[in-house]
């Protein structure tokens, strides 16, 4: 079993804004650290056995007790087995020798019929020190330990196990950001467990990821700064200040991995950066219009494409230069957007028109405007198929489109919204945000059965090795 003495720390956070309005304040601790505690399937000897549980706590070296919010009161969780959040939060700064789990009721079922069980309440804590200090986070797993728990066919005492996760596999790595948080949490792509979390910042949320140099470069919207993570180690290799005010809110890395830029909501401004060398270099930086929302690079590398939601603009950026080269008028607020698998076409979604604009990339032209509905707010082009996978707000299902006729020809089901889409070239799978329901799923785009699912507090965007 892995014992561990994990150095955790703080991130005081502030939400980032909304449509156009900013959300409230999100209040952490500064002197405390993040910690995200997974529950494992119960293991067959435990079959039928179902556990009410009250609370999560991380126990001080002195006995005191840090609650944390619990989010699975019902142990196993009803589905199909697999790893759960039970509980995360921010604890003070200190030493803590482990975490206690509060059990209120158990119940047995055996032979089709249930019967309630005796709880004794002198379970000790699950055993796992570590240190809250900062700018650090903590993933940890518990297991309910069968065997030590049964005192008798009427009479459980539970006992927990906790365990730090192993190291990724390399290649399998998913990331996803947490606004209210401030970490990146890093997570298996098939199995869809969370192995760790890396401190970042206030309010991080878009990423760009560097497969060659296992690199991730995240934007740190609450501190005007840019993080740089290296992917093997679990670590920040660097963070680079942008003007204060600046509130960046996206960014996009070229093919050749040499250039990196980030949208400026705050400042109507891209900042242009080398991302050759170990440390990004500021080129350049370039005023666009105002209230920018998102940033694309195209598949060539040879343009950014920055949507101007204010402005009801998409500009075009020649790079790596970051001159400006033209822009389109695209009216209903643009927040989003892919390009088609030749990159001729650019589909613009936006925030207040339930219309799909088709842009020519090389006349800056809507060519065409196609109804696909309110509420859409994420878009996905298949470079493989050329299909186009849209996600609503608060929807059931996304929406899949042929690309000749602009046609919607097929639908995935999702148990709530789809606010965040992406695609996993080595699976094959669609990966969607839920946020509302704090899940990650990865859809199999064959047969459209979910694959993998992932528990996360509060995911904003997700990045992934050998994504397309």
Same mark, same amino acid.
């Given at each position: 079993?892995?014992?561990? !003495?994990?150095?955790?720390?703080?991130?005081?956070?502030?939400? $980032?804004?909304?449509?156009?309005?900013?959300?409230?304040?999100?209040?952490? &601790?500064?002197?405390?650290?993040?910690?995200?505690?997974?529950?494992?399937?119960?293991?067959?000897?435990?079959?039928?056995?179902?556990?009410?549980?009250?609370?999560?706590?991380?126990?001080?070296?002195?006995?005191?007790?840090?609650?944390?919010?619990?989010?699975?009161?019902?142990?196993?969780?009803?589905?199909?087995?697999?790893?759960?959040?039970?509980?995360?939060?921010?604890?003070?700064?200190?030493?803590?020798?482990?975490?206690?789990?509060?059990?209120?009721?158990?119940?047995?079922?055996?032979?089709?019929?249930?019967?309630?069980?005796?709880?004794?309440?002198?379970?000790?804590?699950?055993?796992?020190? @570590?240190?809250?200090?900062?700018?650090?986070?903590?993933?940890?797993?518990?297991?309910?330990?069968?065997?030590?728990?049964?005192?008798?066919?009427?009479?459980?005492? &539970? =006992? @927990? $196990?906790?365990?730090?996760?192993?190291?990724?596999?390399?290649? #399998?790595?998913?990331?996803?950001?947490?606004?209210?948080?401030?970490?990146?949490?890093?997570?298996?792509?098939?199995?869809? %467990?969370?192995?760790?979390?890396?401190?970042?910042?206030?309010?991080?949320?878009?990423?760009?990821?560097? /497969?060659?140099?296992?690199?991730?470069?995240?934007?740190?919207?609450?501190?005007? *700064?840019? *993080?740089?993570?290296?992917?093997?180690?679990?670590?920040?290799?660097?963070?680079?200040?942008?003007?204060?005010?600046?509130? &960046?809110? +996206?960014?996009?890395?070229?093919?050749?991995?040499?250039?990196?830029?980030?949208?400026?909501?705050?400042?109507?401004?891209?900042?242009? @950066?080398?991302?050759?060398?170990?440390?990004?270099?500021?080129?350049?930086?370039?005023? =666009?219009?105002?209230?920018?929302?998102?940033?694309?690079?195209?598949?060539?590398?040879?343009?950014?494409?920055?949507? !101007?939601?204010?402005?009801?603009? $998409?500009?075009?950026?020649? #790079?790596?230069?970051?001159? #400006?080269?033209?822009?389109?008028?695209?009216?209903?607020?643009?927040?989003?957007?892919?390009?088609?698998? /030749?990159?001729?076409?650019?589909? =613009?979604?936006?925030?207040?028109?339930?219309?799909? /604009?088709?842009?020519?990339?090389?006349?800056?032209?809507?060519? %065409?405007?196609?109804?696909?509905?309110?509420?859409?707010? +994420?878009?996905? =082009?298949? +470079?493989?198929?050329?299909?186009?996978?849209?996600?609503?707000?608060?929807?059931? +299902?996304?929406?899949?489109?042929?690309?000749?006729?602009?046609?919607?020809? /097929?639908?995935?089901?999702?148990?709530?919204?789809?606010? @965040?889409?992406?695609?996993?070239? %080595?699976?094959?799978?669609? !990966?969607?945000?839920?946020?509302?329901?704090?899940?990650?799923?990865?859809?199999?785009?064959?047969?459209?059965?979910?694959?993998? %699912?992932?528990?996360?507090?509060?995911?904003?965007?997700?990045?992934?090795?050998?994504?397309?």
């Amino acid at each position: 079993m892995l014992r561990a !003495c994990i150095a955790i720390g703080i991130i005081g956070l502030l939400a $980032v804004p909304g449509d156009r309005a900013a959300r409230p304040a999100v209040g952490v &601790p500064r002197e405390g650290g993040y910690v995200a505690v997974y529950a494992k399937p119960l293991s067959p000897a435990a079959a039928g056995l179902t556990l009410t549980l009250g609370g999560v706590s991380a126990v001080r070296e002195d006995g005191t007790a840090a609650p944390l919010t619990l989010t699975m009161p019902s142990y196993p969780d009803p589905g199909p087995p697999r790893q759960r959040l039970l509980a995360w939060g921010f604890v003070p700064a200190g030493a803590y020798a482990g975490l206690a789990i509060k059990v209120r009721s158990a119940r047995a079922r055996t032979d089709g019929e249930g019967h309630d069980l005796a709880v004794g309440t002198d379970a000790p804590a699950a055993k796992l020190p @570590f240190l809250a200090g900062p700018r650090s986070a903590l993933v940890a797993t518990v297991e309910l330990d069968v065997g030590a728990s049964r005192k008798s066919a009427d009479e459980l005492a &539970p =006992v @927990f $196990v906790a365990t730090i996760p192993p190291t990724l596999a390399s290649g #399998l790595t998913g990331a996803v950001t947490s606004r209210g948080t401030g970490v990146v949490s890093l997570f298996d792509k098939v199995s869809g %467990q969370v192995a760790s979390a890396i401190a970042v910042g206030r309010a991080p949320s878009a990423m760009a990821i560097d /497969d060659l140099r296992n690199r991730l470069y995240v934007v740190i919207g609450g501190d005007d *700064a840019v *993080a740089t993570l290296d992917l093997l180690s679990r670590s920040v290799l660097g963070v680079v200040r942008l003007r204060g005010g600046d509130e &960046p809110v +996206s960014l996009g890395l070229t093919p050749d991995r040499r250039t990196l830029l980030v949208a400026n909501a705050g400042s109507s401004s891209v900042t242009v @950066f080398d991302a050759s060398g170990p440390t990004l270099v500021e080129r350049t930086r370039v005023e =666009v219009g105002s209230g920018p929302r998102y940033l694309l690079v195209d598949r060539a590398g040879t343009r950014a494409w920055v949507f !101007c939601a204010d402005e009801d603009r $998409v500009v075009a950026l020649t #790079l790596p230069t970051g001159a #400006l080269a033209g822009s389109v008028s695209s009216p209903g607020g643009p927040i989003r957007g892919d390009f088609s698998k /030749d990159g001729t076409r650019l589909y =613009v979604l936006h925030a207040y028109s339930a219309y799909l /604009d088709v842009v020519d990339a090389s006349t800056l032209a809507v060519t %065409q405007r196609v109804f696909v509905g309110p509420k859409s707010v +994420s878009i996905k =082009v298949d +470079s493989q198929t050329d299909r186009i996978y849209l996600g609503f707000k608060g929807s059931k +299902s996304i929406s899949v489109y042929d690309p000749a006729g602009l046609l919607p020809i /097929d639908e995935i089901r999702t148990e709530g919204g789809a606010d @965040f889409l992406t695609i996993d070239g %080595q699976g094959n799978n669609l !990966c969607v945000i839920d946020s509302l329901r704090g899940e990650i799923r990865l859809v199999r785009l064959v047969g459209k059965t979910v694959a993998a %699912q992932v528990d996360l507090p509060e995911p904003s965007e997700v990045a992934l090795l050998g994504e397309r």
